[in-house]
């Protein structure tokens, strides 16, 4: 699942639901949920890194709906925790690098379906030197049967 962010402006959000199905014979007790990205500073490189200003919202659960995550169980702050500074909110750049063990979905065999809703949203105090830049951000889940991996 990829996400493109290109020509944000800050306080500019978009959200994606990322539609999660087990059609094996064996229960999935939990998802992993880790991060790759890229960054673009193509015109007038300045060493800026779009990445630092994204704020993501991970809703597992979640519905996307104009650009917000609604419903679900936003886990942000626990990811966050977990691999980035603590302060509650989640840069793409905290997060990429790294995998978040585990998502509280359990997805059982037989054709059940689950959904995790990611929201982008630019900081509104961004400067401008983040003008043209572009980021590619990349999510990876990965199934455990059982919940010690
Ligand atoms: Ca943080
Ligand atoms: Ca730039």
Request: with cysteine; hydrophobic share 35%.
């Amino acid at each position: 699942m990829t996400v493109n962010v290109t020509d944000f402006a800050p306080n500019e959000s978009a959200a994606q639901e990322i539609s999660l199905h087990n059609a094996a014979t064996v229960d999935i007790a939990e998802i992993a949920l880790g991060l790759t990205s890229t960054n673009f500073d193509p015109a007038d490189p300045d060493d800026s890194d779009l990445r630092n200003v994204l704020l993501l919202t991970i809703v597992p659960g979640g519905t996307a709906s104009a650009g917000d995550c609604t419903g679900g169980s936003n886990i942000t702050t626990a990811i966050d925790t977990a691999v980035g500074n603590g302060d509650s909110t989640l840069t793409m750049m905290e997060f990429t690098g790294d995998t978040y063990d585990s998502l509280p979905t359990p997805l059982p065999a037989g054709g059940f379906d689950d959904k995790v809703c990611i929201r982008v949203t630019m900081d509104p105090t961004a400067s401008d030197v983040y003008q043209g830049d572009s980021a590619n951000a990349s999510f990876v889940f990965t199934a455990h049967q059982d919940s010690s991996q």
